[in-house]
């Protein structure tokens, strides 16, 4: 998420509670070898090993920026390139990228095509459609792509952020899939905020996983709940939660020292101390 899920975060999280995989904050594909100012590749993409598997999330819409991303990627240790094609901010969709590019099948086929030839997996991160749902049509369509894995969001692009996710179309895919590309992993994603919801919908639409991004948020212990020791954040004392939030604020010196802006942080600041 931007502005979220850069390494300082993903770490804190791993810390609490491991999910399975992780991804990036999304990155312009032309970003990925462009030269900076500081040596080494831009923040977005600093990753320690103990992030992995860490999936990198590009956007764009250039073929040859893909390409050159991919094979960049590769060899900066991440274990596989996801194109987000279901950002709905408009100066992005509007330029035909993220969103966008629903309405642009033929250049959705070809990013996928350019990222897959750096030799990593490619995965889709996607909506059910542009101003409505499309999910028969769209989905259908980049499963027919052969990527190795599928996240469905499941709003249209013009959809309002504040109405409910909608998984019966996110079930169609998940039937989509069967018929057309069994070996893609399906992935559902929206409004969720437990690892107990996370496996309802698993079962219910008949999904390989569940994607939890803005959930996080409510709880950064929410994968603990994987493991044999569990940890409830909402019953943890007021001390505890702000010592989690010094570690947040003492590991970002660390590893960013000037290089990223402090104001960044105020928006985790919720996630400790609310109430």
């Avoid at 033929?106 to 749902?133: C, F, H, Q, W």
Wanted: with cysteine.
């Amino acid at each position: 998420m931007e502005d979220v899920t850069d390494t300082v975060f993903r770490r804190i999280v791993a810390s609490c509670g491991r999910p399975t995989v992780m991804f990036t904050e999304f990155l312009h594909a032309d970003m990925v070898t462009a030269k900076r100012k500081h040596p080494g590749p831009t923040p977005r993409l600093v990753h320690t090993q103990d992030e992995r598997p860490l999936v990198a999330q590009i956007w764009g819409n250039r073929p040859d920026d893909y390409a050159r991303a991919s094979v960049a990627l590769r060899e900066m240790g991440f274990d596989a390139i996801d194109i987000n094609m279901g950002c709905p901010v408009r100066k992005l969709r509007t330029k035909g990228a993220c969103s966008g590019l629903i309405k642009n099948p033929d250049l959705a086929a070809e990013l996928i095509e350019a990222a897959k030839s750096g030799g990593l997996s490619v995965s889709v991160k996607t909506r059910i459609g542009y101003d409505r749902p499309q999910t028969e049509e769209w989905i259908g369509f980049l499963l027919e792509q052969g990527v190795a894995a599928l996240t469905i969001h499941g709003r249209y692009a013009l959809q309002d952020k504040d109405d409910p996710a909608e998984w019966t179309q996110i079930r169609t895919a998940s039937e989509l899939r069967s018929a057309i590309s069994p070996s893609t992993i399906v992935l559902g994603n929206g409004d969720v905020e437990s690892l107990d919801e996370a496996v309802r919908r698993i079962d219910e639409c008949g999904l390989d996983g569940v994607m939890i991004g803005r959930g996080i948020f409510a709880d950064p212990y929410l994968f603990s709940q994987r493991t044999s020791e569990p940890r409830a954040f909402a019953t943890m004392d007021a001390e505890s939660k702000v010592e989690l939030l010094l570690r947040h604020v003492r590991l970002y010196r660390a590893t960013w020292g000037v290089r990223r802006n402090y104001e960044i942080l105020k928006k985790f600041y919720k996630i400790y101390l609310v109430g």
